[in-house]
């Protein structure tokens, strides 16, 4: 589903900064090679992942659902200079062209590479988080938001992709992954430990402000 109309969503596009060549090629050979490319972040929504990061200048970041990438680089160009991002996939197949593309970004030795079951993971990644993006098992959302939420240190930033789910959270659920979505919707807004609004970005964005 799209939410704007095709040519405004060009006109939007176009007048957003651009990506990098880097991310370019990335999304190029992401189309070529791997299944499901709709999965990637994509340019505008990647140009929109960056700045919040720059904004936030976080020091540890986590993503939940690593894909072939793209998005964990976008990410990395606020990182502070001492900074890391701890992201996670259980996708084996992924892993090098992943690191191959973190290695050429110059943020390789920031990107440390998670392989397996996110639920398990999280709770052994030490310290707090500035920046978290989840973009994994639509249906563990509320699970990772409850792993992660009192581990990010006020005024940090919560980032959930796909929350509208092609317009499925308006009716009623048919399949576990759009149940779930609708319960971490209603879950997050009621949620006092943050403040929440919905963009209507690709396939929704959700932005929760820990308080």
Known sequence: MNFLDHNLETYVAEHSEQEPELLQELARETHLKILQPRMLSGAYQGRLLALLSKLIAPKHILEIGTYTGYSALCLAEGLQADGQIDTIDI???????????????????????????AAEIIPAIEGTFDFVFIDADKEQYPLYFDLIVDRVRSGGLIIADNVLWSGKVLEPATDEATESLQSFNKKVAKDSRVETVILAVRDGLTLLRKI
């Open 91 to 117: 996708n084996e197949e992924l892993t090098d062209m992943q690191r191959k593309y973190f290695d050429v970004s110059g943020y390789g030795k920031h990107i440390v590479q998670h392989l397996g079951n």
